[in-house]
């Protein structure tokens, strides 16, 4: 029986009034005030929550990103395989990681747990998974008794060993990992991982956790960009559509065909920009 991983996702701290933050952000882009007199407005009470609220709302539904790269998280993040810490560190605009080392790190064989997928335990090969990491984690001790640098003796641990984060990350960049990760064909434990990075910024800021959905969600793209076979698997298929559905209404119901751009249509940019 191999000790398993627990996942933990805790919300460390954000930064200050965040919702202001963004408020002024925004402002500073669109009013003729400098930021100074609108955080005086903000400080004294001069714009109600409300008015902040519905202003933030309606520029993200613009598209306008750079101010959200203003708000920052901080979480703490533990029990996570090391497959999953490989596709988080694609992320790599907006985000700052603090990984736990292996090389550092002694990991103790009655304390050294794994992560082990439910699809195993469905398969029924649960007990074979675990007599392998068993063994690996008793060869792990044996190598560091013997004299073998932890850094070498790290080389037999495989993707289900467990690791720990501590991860800075801007709102920005939260939105596009939870465009592609709360995807339902995002990989479970990632999946999981982003889930929880959300419920726990909804905790404390709600106006904007509304905004971290799949790229399919109605405060996002809205439709589904993925392939269509992909599209007819998806259990939120049936209230998002897919975007060959958009172009069948555009070629039904538009006044022109659409079709794949080419040197004509550049051109014709060109000449409109006088470039």
């Not at 000790?3 to 933050?21: F, G, H, S, W």
């Not at 902040?52 to 959200?68: A, C, Q, V, W, Y």
């Not at 203003?70 to 603090?98: A, C, D, K, N």
């Not at 495989?158 to 939870?178: D, G, K, R, S």
């Amino acid at each position: 029986m191999i000790n398993q991983a627990t996942m933990q996702v805790k919300l460390i701290d954000y930064a200050r009034a965040p919702i202001e933050k963004l408020y002024a952000a925004f402002r500073t882009c669109y009013s003729a005030d400098t930021p100074a007199e609108t955080w005086e407005k903000i400080e004294a009470g001069k714009i109600s929550r409300e008015t902040i609220r519905d202003f933030i709302g309606e520029r993200l539904k613009t598209g306008h990103s750079s101010p959200l790269e203003q708000v920052v998280f901080w979480f703490g993040i533990s029990g996570v395989s090391r497959s999953l810490s490989h596709q988080l560190v694609r992320h790599r605009v907006g985000i700052s990681f603090e990984q736990q080392s292996q090389r550092y790190v002694r990991f103790k064989q009655d304390k050294l747990a794994f992560v082990m997928p439910e699809s195993w335990s469905r398969a029924g090969l649960d007990a074979e998974f675990g007599e392998l990491l068993a063994h690996t984690s008793a060869l792990y001790a044996r190598a560091l008794k013997a004299g073998i640098p932890a850094e070498d003796a790290r080389f037999v641990l495989p993707n289900a060993a467990p690791t720990n984060f501590h991860v800075m990350v801007n709102f920005a960049e939260m939105l596009h990992i939870c465009d592609l990760r709360l995807c339902v064909r995002a990989q479970w434990e990632i999946r999981r991982m982003v889930a929880l990075m959300r419920a726990e910024i909804k905790k404390v800021l709600p106006e904007i956790a509304v905004f971290l959905q799949p790229k399919c969600g109605e405060n996002r793209m809205g439709y589904c960009d993925e392939s269509l076979d992909e599209w007819r698997k998806c259990p939120l298929a049936r209230v998002r559509p897919h975007k060959s559905v958009l172009f069948e209404l555009y070629d039904r119901y538009g006044s022109r065909k659409a079709r794949a751009l080419g040197d004509e249509e550049f051109r014709a940019v060109e000449e409109k920009e006088q470039l």
